[in-house]
């Protein structure tokens, strides 16, 4: 499933994941260690077209595992009644050729802020996290 084919924008649940995915600064990313056990990390993401694109330093296990298993799932947190729910399955894989986060212009315009925030300046982020992991969506189910 391509991004463009989302849950139908016209409906309840399929403007949530649409909205949620342009403005939440963070979605779980679940990747599959060496032994089998579910490996959940926060991290930044951007809807790039039709993938999900994510920025990781050279040294994360996700990478190690994407790898060697790349079907991953993504999701929202949960509202604080248990709604809301929102998860995405998919396959991942790095992307050596992605331009880096600081001159991507999507990526820009989310996490400029928070790219200085943590590393002092969007330059800085770009040097550490400078691993490009691209998602395929295959399935968006939730409620």
Known sequence: M??????DP????GKSVRERLASEP???LTTVGKDGTPQPNP????LDGDDILIYNVASANRLVHIRERPRVSLNFNADDNG???????GLARVAPDEQPPNVHP??????????AN???????FAA????AMRIDIGKVRGF
């Open 2 to 7: 391509a991004a463009d084919q989302l849950p």
């Open 10 to 13: 016209e409906t309840p649940f």
């Open 26 to 28: 963070l979605i779980w």
């Open 43 to 46: 991290v930044w993401f951007l």
């Open 83 to 89: 709604g809301s729910i929102v998860v995405i399955t």
């Open 106 to 115: 999507g990526y820009v315009a989310k996490y400029a802020n928070p790219m």
């Open 118 to 124: 943590v590393s002092g300046s969007a330059d800085k």
């Open 128 to 131: 550490t996290y400078n691993v």
